[in-house]
């Protein structure tokens, strides 16, 4: 499709934000994350209408984002790689992903009521009028009260809100890419369980492998132990054994308290509590992924 554009549209369209009059073009977002812009002059009414019914329009950064955010505003949204060298530094960054399904906001009041929701700073960037994405740099664990977050900004704004919780991530220029592919589970994750609110990898990895989506990044918890046989040989003896810790000791060899040692640091660097039954079935199945591969 872009390359129909192309020869349609020539040197009205451009792939990249670097051009010296943003405000002449109008911009849009391919489903891979390619942005383009094509001048104003050169659209009709029905042609913008069009477009924007077959890509995601993409706006300007308003005037009142603070240098950080549009460090992350280049890096995520224009893909412009050079600028994460501005970024602030981190062990670990981690997005959260909000989508406000019903209803309309003030863009700048809805990302101060979500600030104020957090016990401590985060960067939100607005992609559109209804996307919004915080960048979390802290070790804390929002999981357990983002439905109460989500329940707060709902009644406050009269919207429908969902929302994604990325997984914790080295803080590396890979994160441009993790970006792109938690919002393709964010959108599987509406589509499959609409249903629910508030959606993380537990949710979202047996749906990926269903519909042979990439699994790439979804696998990205499994860093911190893949090199240790010793660990995933405890972890599937876990999992065989009806995660039942007892019976897991035993046919290990060593002590429970040993093994729930082990368990509860396997959650600490995965984030993900493989005591519960969609914690234990992700990290099994990608387990037998890494071991096929």
Same mark, same amino acid.
């Given at each position: 499709?872009?390359?129909?554009?192309?020869?349609?549209?020539?040197?009205?369209?451009?792939?990249?934000?670097?051009?010296?009059?943003?405000?002449?073009?109008?911009?849009?977002?391919?489903?891979?994350?390619?942005?383009?812009?094509?001048?104003?002059?050169?659209?009709?009414?029905?042609?913008?209408?069009?477009?924007?019914?077959?890509?995601?329009?993409?706006?300007?950064?308003?005037?009142?984002?603070?240098?950080?955010?549009?460090?992350?505003?280049?890096?995520?949204?224009?893909?412009?790689?050079?600028?994460?060298?501005?970024?602030?530094?981190?062990?670990?960054?981690?997005?959260?992903?909000?989508?406000?399904?019903?209803?309309?906001?003030?863009?700048?009041?809805?990302?101060?009521?979500?600030?104020?929701?957090?016990?401590?700073?985060?960067?939100?960037?607005?992609?559109?009028?209804?996307?919004?994405?915080?960048?979390?740099?802290?070790?804390?664990?929002?999981?357990?009260? !983002?439905?109460?977050? %989500? /329940?707060? #900004?709902?009644?406050?704004?009269? *919207?429908?809100?969902?929302?994604?919780? &990325?997984?914790?991530?080295?803080?590396?220029?890979?994160?441009?890419?993790?970006?792109?592919?938690?919002?393709?589970?964010?959108?599987?994750?509406?589509?499959?369980?609409?249903?629910?609110?508030?959606?993380?990898?537990?949710?979202?990895?047996?749906?990926?492998?269903?519909?042979?989506?990439?699994?790439?990044?979804?696998?990205?918890?499994?860093?911190?132990?893949?090199?240790?046989?010793?660990?995933?040989?405890?972890?599937?003896?876990?999992?065989?054994?009806?995660?039942?810790?007892?019976?897991?000791?035993?046919?290990?060899?060593?002590?429970?308290?040993? !093994?729930?040692?082990? %368990? /509860?640091? #396997?959650?600490?660097?995965?984030? *993900?509590?493989?005591?519960?039954?969609? &914690?234990?079935?992700?990290?099994?199945?990608?387990?037998?992924?890494?071991?096929?591969?």
């Amino acid at each position: 499709m872009l390359k129909k554009l192309r020869a349609y549209y020539q040197e009205a369209l451009v792939e990249h934000a670097h051009v010296s009059e943003q405000h002449e073009y109008e911009w849009f977002v391919t489903e891979q994350g390619e942005l383009f812009g094509i001048k104003k002059e050169a659209l009709t009414v029905k042609e913008r209408e069009l477009l924007a019914t077959l890509f995601a329009p993409r706006k300007l950064m308003p005037p009142w984002m603070t240098e950080h955010e549009r460090a992350w505003y280049r890096f995520l949204i224009q893909n412009d790689k050079q600028t994460f060298e501005q970024l602030p530094s981190s062990t670990y960054t981690r997005f959260i992903y909000f989508y406000i399904q019903k209803g309309t906001v003030d863009a700048h009041d809805f990302m101060e009521a979500i600030q104020s929701l957090f016990p401590y700073d985060v960067t939100i960037i607005s992609e559109t009028d209804q996307c919004f994405i915080v960048i979390e740099q802290q070790e804390e664990n929002v999981a357990s009260t !983002l439905s109460e977050l %989500i /329940d707060t #900004l709902c009644s406050d704004f009269y *919207i429908q809100l969902r929302a994604y919780i &990325g997984q914790k991530c080295p803080h590396t220029v890979e994160l441009a890419h993790m970006f792109l592919a938690e919002k393709r589970y964010f959108q599987v994750a509406i589509t499959h369980k609409p249903e629910q609110r508030v959606y993380c990898i537990e949710d979202v990895f047996p749906l990926l492998l269903i519909n042979n989506e990439d699994i790439t990044y979804a696998m990205t918890f499994l860093q911190p132990i893949k090199q240790d046989p010793d660990i995933v040989k405890t972890m599937k003896t876990f999992f065989e054994c009806n995660l039942n810790v007892s019976l897991a000791a035993k046919k290990l060899h060593m002590h429970r308290n040993s !093994l729930q040692y082990r %368990i /509860d640091k #396997l959650i600490e660097k995965t984030g *993900i509590d493989i005591k519960q039954f969609k &914690g234990a079935l992700t990290v099994y199945l990608a387990i037998l992924l890494y071991e096929r591969h």
